[in-house]
């Protein structure tokens, strides 16, 4: 045995030696790998989020495993003002997630600014491109709000599921993601515990219980999620979460697809304020659809931007950072990375091209963000005296789905529906995703508003004294330093890549019966109201483009829009006819 023990000895030197003198690595790397920049794919609370509890705590989560020790108190800080909030830097290295714990409680009513710095760096050395800033406003209350699970996959009491299944439970909110583990988060067959990895999904506030094998057949199990786990606040679950389910004797190897696309492959036209997006043909894992999962390219040039999943439409949508250039070809792609619940990848690349628009005539459109997503959004309210016809998803927040009203709406997992909208409604108090997305919908509505109104050096200064009845508009921006009244007929005359910005900093009243006219192939998406007082649509007139208002929108009886309704207070429809236009 002790020759045995060293001829293996001398074998191993000899390796050693013949690789140092011959210069060959015993494992290769891969460059590319090496050459890949991290990115920050979510934070808490979100960029101008607002009302957020003063016991909060900030999180980052990475596209990537990074270097611990690169994440701490210098790279990764908090502040207001000139003023450096004391707190904790740790890394949640199980989800890519770095944690900003304040010593104390913040100050009520006060704009933090969140910074992570390019001193960030991945196991390879390689840093952020360049800083993730990111801001928020307190509210005047901590957080004492106990969180609850909405809903698991499987639910509760569910027969014949697939031997190779993931089991899921999403939260009412964001979580502290060193809460969501092995301990808090169990799996059993009577009382034996089945063996798996437990990760958390921040994006969509999803635990995630993955079995290192696949199940047993026709067998029950308990899944539990007890009092251990606690959200951003520290507040623990009021009870043990548990639900049983029953396998099959199959296991789930189909594979998904992508079913649909937008922009649909060799598209021309598209506009330069898109978002691409990919339908599923069934639910995915959340955690594999990510920014290195689902790329837009500019050539070989990748474009910056945000990846998010609609668990409800089973929809990854790419919200690019910037406006996209005009003319240009780009390329999608949704790589076999991509996963369904049972671990299933899709089987090719799914990769897809389309051209943007020529440049037209007018300002640069303005970008919508996720809000392009609506045909209606608001913040307080959302109301129609029956029956109005809406065609397109509506979604409030911050306020809940009791201030929609009159819709008669059927309540399903994280959407509700009506007769009387041909599409989802959703509210800031259903089912996960659906408030994290209505977070982001208002954020990037207000960020759109905020860069209607910024243009500058007007085409036209209070045209007409803001009396426009009767005239043909070209593509330009337009400002008006009072009210906006239409009490006739007007006309937009351009092509369909012209743009038109109207910032109007009283209301804008459009008479009754009175229509807005397009001509010569101008596009109502292309059309941006941004008002800083009330919109309103008389009786039985028509218009046209996307209204963004600083408060409310009010359509009367038999009023109707192609366009999109973007309201900071309220949207108050009587019978009125609300289409969204193509995109």
């Not at 960029?47 to 020790?69: F, H, K, Q, R, Y």
């Not at 026709?218 to 029953?246: E, H, Q, R």
């Not at 979604?395 to 959407?415: D, I, R, V, W």
């Not at 954020?443 to 426009?468: C, H, K, Q, W």
Request: charged share 10%.
């Amino acid at each position: 045995m002790m020759k045995m023990k060293n001829r293996l000895s001398l074998l191993v030197i000899a390796t050693w030696v013949l690789f140092t003198i011959t210069g060959c690595p015993a494992v290769e790397s891969d460059p590319d790998l090496e050459k890949t920049a991290p990115t920050v794919i979510s934070v808490f609370p979100i960029d101008s989020g607002i009302d957020i509890p003063i016991n909060t705590v900030v999180t980052a989560t990475l596209s990537e495993d990074m270097n611990s020790a690169s994440i701490n108190s210098t790279s990764f800080t908090l502040t207001t003002g000139l003023d450096t909030i004391l707190g904790t830097v740790t890394y949640d290295v199980t989800n890519k997630i770095a944690i900003f714990t304040p010593s104390q409680d913040l100050t009520e009513n006060t704009v933090y600014t969140a910074t992570m710095t390019t001193e960030v760096k991945d196991l390879a050395g390689n840093a952020l491109i360049e800083n993730k800033v990111w801001s928020f406003t307190t509210s005047t209350a901590p957080d004492i709000i106990a969180p609850t699970v909405l809903s698991t996959v499987p639910v509760n009491y569910t027969i014949d599921i697939a031997m190779n299944s993931t089991i899921t439970a999403s939260f009412s909110e964001s979580m502290t993601s060193t809460t969501i583990i092995t301990a808090n988060f169990t799996v059993k067959d009577g009382t034996t515990e089945v063996i798996g990895v437990v990760t958390y999904d921040s994006v969509n506030n999803k635990a995630i219980f993955t079995p290192s094998a696949n199940l047993l057949d026709n067998k029950l199990y308990t899944a539990t999620i007890t009092t251990g786990v606690k959200d951003l606040a520290g507040n623990a679950l009021a009870a043990n979460k548990v639900w049983s389910f029953t396998t099959s004797a199959a296991v789930d190897v189909v594979a998904p697809v992508v079913n649909e696309t937008f922009p649909v492959n060799q598209s021309i036209a598209i506009s330069i304020n898109s978002t691409v997006t990919a339908i599923f043909s069934e639910e995915m894992n959340s955690s594999t659809i990510n920014d290195t999962n689902f790329i837009l390219n500019e050539g070989t040039n990748p474009v910056s931007g945000a990846v998010t999943y609609d668990s409800l439409n089973n929809k990854a949508i790419f919200t690019p950072s910037v406006n996209l250039t005009n003319n240009t070809v780009y390329t999608a792609t949704v790589t076999t990375g991509s996963k369904d619940l049972a671990g299933n990848a899709i089987a090719t690349n799914k990769v897809w091209s389309f051209t943007t628009a020529e440049i037209g005539s007018g300002p640069a459109p303005v970008s919508l963000g996720s809000a392009v997503n609506y045909v209606i959004l608001a913040k307080t309210a959302i109301s129609t005296i029956p029956d109005s016809v809406i065609t397109g998803d509506i979604g409030l927040s911050p306020a809940a789905e009791s201030y929609m009203t009159g819709f008669s709406q059927t309540k399903a997992t994280g959407y509700s529906t009506s007769l009387q909208v041909t599409g989802f409604m959703y509210a800031s108090d259903m089912t996960p995703p659906t408030p994290t997305s209505m977070v982001t919908a208002i954020s990037d509505m207000e960020t759109a508003y905020t860069d209607a109104a910024g243009r500058v050096t007007p085409d036209f200064l209070n045209l007409e004294s803001g009396n426009i009845g009767g005239l043909t508009l070209v593509p330009g921006l337009y400002k008006w330093t009072s009210a906006v009244t239409i009490p006739s007929d007007v006309t937009i005359n351009g092509n369909a890549n012209d743009v038109w910005i109207f910032q109007i900093s009283g209301n804008l009243l459009v008479s009754a019966s009175v229509k807005v006219l397009l001509t010569g192939g101008a596009q109502a998406k292309n059309i941006f109201w941004q008002i800083a007082g009330e919109a309103s649509l008389d009786t039985g007139s028509h218009f046209e483009g996307i209204i963004l208002s600083q408060t409310a929108i009010s359509l009367n009886t038999g009023a109707s829009i192609n366009g999109i309704l973007l309201a900071q207070t309220q949207v108050a429809l009587d019978q009125a006819t609300v289409t969204k236009p193509v995109q």
